[in-house]
């Protein structure tokens, strides 16, 4: 089976199965920006099963940009907390992968100051309650760029096997791509091909301050679920670009891979995301896929739950699979994967809040940011 074998990237290093642990934010570092050791342990548990890679949870690249208290890649104060961290993650062999990313106007107001929120325009995200951010300056944008390529920079001293950028799931670099989110008429917006500035500058630098040998992957949203927002036509010129500039894997963030949409911008947990199943050759994956056309690997994401759901996403033309709640609920889920042992697991979190955190080793405050959002994770 395909997921069993081993997958060179470009750069040269190698994935010994096609596996990936997803990002997943815990929202439980210290305020610092440093991870702790329920991270840390939440990590070293679930890529012990034998993922190929594992993605961490995504680290701010500059304070003003922080959406949750996650971990840091803002300043060389962060560097032995991510030596830790891409020691934990690699201690079974996984390739360990930074995600970086900045939350333009998804930051979150009480972690940054209510004044300091910035964006590529001042226009609210449509999240209730979100306040407007005010529109970068030029220099802040190129700023801004170069905080990626340091955070990139600081992976590489602390030892990881490469860097994912998030340019998906309504963060900043998916809000420059994002007609919704940016009104500019700059370098930066106004036309399509100015829309993607940002997210190609950001890849350039952040490959630049990798050097050839290390992994560089983007992750993208195929498309907004809004009406005024890009296209899947948008997002495959945007991969073609991107495609160009040396990245190793190319990452399709979806709810669900089986599924023709991706969450919106306002999407509520409780009920599932409206879309259709999607007929393979009518995928988004496969769309994209096809035209990256074997130029960098295609990594998807979205309720893939089993070997079998692995194989059916590589069937639509990925390379790669995140596995993202599966592996929270269950942090064997990979070791009883490969031991052909799925009927054994774990398909939710138990109803009692406090066997959570330790028979699963789920960071205490990142249980509290789970069950804060009913519907987002299964319960058993
Ligand atoms: C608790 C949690 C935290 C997440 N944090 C991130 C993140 O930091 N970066 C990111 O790109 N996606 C993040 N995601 C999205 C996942 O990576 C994944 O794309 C999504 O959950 C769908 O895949 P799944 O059905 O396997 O969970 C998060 C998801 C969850 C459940």
Not at 19 to 39: C, N, V, Y
Not at 348 to 366: C, K, T
Request: glycine share 10%; with cysteine; charged share 25%.
């Amino acid at each position: 089976m395909v997921v069993w074998s081993a997958l060179r990237f470009n750069c040269g290093r190698e994935m010994a199965n096609r596996f990936a642990i997803a990002p997943l934010t815990t929202d439980a570092s210290h305020e610092d920006g440093t991870a702790t050791d329920d991270e840390l342990e939440f990590v070293r548990r679930r890529a012990a099963g034998g993922f190929g890679a594992a993605i961490s949870s995504a680290a701010y690249v500059e304070q003003d940009g922080r959406s949750w208290q996650g971990i840091g890649a803002a300043h060389d104060a962060h560097l032995p907390s991510l030596r830790r961290l891409a020691e934990a993650m690699r201690a079974a062999g996984a390739l360990a992968i930074l995600q970086i990313y900045d939350g333009g106007r998804i930051a979150r107001p009480e972690l940054i100051g209510e004044q300091r929120m910035r964006a590529p325009s001042a226009v609210a995200s449509l999240r209730p309650g979100a306040r407007t951010p005010r529109a970068m300056t030029h220099e802040e944008i190129v700023g801004l760029i170069g905080s990626f390529r340091a955070a990139a920079s600081l992976a590489r001293k602390a030892g990881f096997d490469g860097v994912e950028i998030h340019g998906a799931n309504h963060y900043a670099v998916h809000q420059f791509f994002s007609p919704r989110a940016n009104h500019r008429t700059d370098h930066w917006g106004g036309t399509l091909s100015k829309r993607m500035n940002f997210a190609l500058a950001v890849a350039q630098a952040v490959r630049d301050a990798l050097g050839p040998d290390l992994i560089a992957g983007f992750r993208v949203t195929p498309f907004e679920a809004e009406a005024d927002g890009y296209t899947l036509e948008d997002a495959k010129q945007l991969c073609d670009e991107l495609a160009r500039l040396d990245l190793d894997y190319i990452s399709v963030s979806l709810d669900d891979y089986r599924m023709s949409r991706p969450a919106g911008e306002t999407r509520v947990y409780d009920r599932p995301v409206e879309s259709a199943h999607v007929a393979v050759d009518k995928s988004p994956i496969t769309e994209l896929a096809r035209v990256i056309a074997g130029r960098a690997a295609v990594m998807a994401s979205g309720g893939i739950k089993t070997c079998a759901d692995a194989e059916g996403a590589i069937g639509m033309g990925a390379d790669l699979v995140a596995i993202g709640r599966a592996v929270v609920v269950d942090p064997e889920w990979m070791s009883k994967v490969r031991g052909s042992s799925e009927a054994s697991i774990l398909a939710g979190l138990p109803q009692d809040e406090r066997e959570i955190a330790g028979a699963l080793s789920i960071p205490p405050r990142m249980v509290e940011y789970l069950l804060s959002r009913p519907g987002w994770i299964p319960r058993l």
